[in-house]
């Protein structure tokens, strides 16, 4: 019979995977995680993070990640920096495709591709895309130094980071649909308290408006009575929730919900015995990077059970 050659996979190294990651090396898996980029996922680009407990300080997300996998590292997780062409997830073995033709196999796999800022999808909005239209306050918030700013969403992720953008912008207008915010209590204060911040309540944006030399100029508005108005900004910051990172994954082999988010049980089992998923990609309510770390420990948890008591399998390590 064909060998495996890890015990486990672990597909995405933001904080669902680095943590089940540090589980599975300390649990002594033959395991290996694949990257694509960097480390940390969505927690990167996150400006400040206020709410991981044991930072009573709050940490930036950069440094979160960077202390998550350092820690993971500690304890020798293997890690593969490449590009995924395809996975199959079917039968005892699972193998995972590189970009470059390499196959790989384990005996498990455990997904965690997270998400990605879903689009607002009206016009300008693609074609002025880096060019005044951003999904990443901490990317591009510097290059608004002095000038005036829309930020469109509601959540957490829009006003947390139109909090950030006032530390550069002269004026960030939040343009939300309803007439509530959706973010956490905490930030709401701090927002409607910040002067730099005004909020346009009721309110879609229709069109992104520019030129090829300047890049965005103008926001074509609807209003909830269907009025319609022109608000003056140079970048527009959209932060209008998630979307899953599917790309790689064999749909047609897993179960999704509606939005494509897979759905797993509470142990973090998908609908294929063997492969099981943790973080943003999974279908839930709450997204927090301490839900991510924590469903990442319960999925590999998981993990060693479904692959039974194969403890020291390797050569003893008695130098930690
Ligand atoms: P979210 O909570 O889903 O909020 C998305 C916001 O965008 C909502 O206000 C929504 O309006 C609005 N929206 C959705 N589609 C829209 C459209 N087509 N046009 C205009 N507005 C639209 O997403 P998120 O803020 O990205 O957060 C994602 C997850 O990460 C959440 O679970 C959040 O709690 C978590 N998170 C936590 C923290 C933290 O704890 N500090 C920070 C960031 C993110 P409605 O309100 O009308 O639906």
């Not at 999704?256 to 509470?266: K, P, Q």
């Amino acid at each position: 019979m064909q060998q495996a050659q890890y015990q486990l996979i672990i597909v995405g190294g933001g904080p669902a995977g680095l943590t089940a990651g540090l589980y599975a090396a300390r649990g002594r898996l033959d395991v290996l995680l694949i990257e694509k980029g960097a480390t940390g996922g969505q927690v990167l680009v996150t400006d400040w993070v206020d709410n991981y407990p044991g930072f009573a300080e709050g940490v930036s997300g950069f440094d979160l990640i960077d202390k998550m996998t350092a820690h993971a590292d500690r304890f020798g997780l293997q890690k593969r920096f490449a590009n995924i062409a395809s996975l199959d997830l079917t039968g005892d073995i699972k193998s995972v495709t590189l970009e470059n033709g390499e196959v790989l196999t384990a005996k498990s796999i455990l997904l965690c591709t997270g998400a990605r800022p879903r689009k607002l999808d009206v016009p300008g909005e693609y074609e002025f895309s880096g060019r005044g239209v951003s999904y990443c306050a901490t990317c591009d918030g510097p290059f608004y130094r002095n000038q005036e700013i829309a930020v469109v969403g509601g959540g957490n992720t829009a006003i947390q980071e139109a909090l950030h953008l006032t530390k550069f912008a002269t004026k960030v207008t939040v343009i939300h649909r309803r007439d509530e915010l959706r973010a956490t209590k905490i930030l709401q204060e701090k927002a409607f308290c910040n002067q730099k911040i005004e909020f346009l309540w009721n309110t879609r944006v229709a069109e992104i408006r520019g030129s090829k030399t300047a890049g965005v100029e103008e926001l074509l508005l609807r209003h909830s009575n269907n009025e319609e108005s022109v608000l003056k900004v140079t970048g527009i910051f959209i932060f209008i929730g998630i979307a899953p990172n599917t790309t790689i994954l064999p749909l047609d082999q897993l179960r999704t919900d509606e939005s494509g988010f897979i759905i797993t049980d509470h142990e973090m089992a998908t609908s294929i015995p063997g492969v099981f998923a943790a973080g943003d990609i999974r279908s839930k309510r709450s997204r927090q990077i301490v839900n991510a770390a924590g469903e990442g420990a319960v999925a590999e948890l998981s993990v060693e059970r479904y692959l039974g008591n194969q403890a020291f399998d390797q050569p003893l390590n008695c130098s930690e």
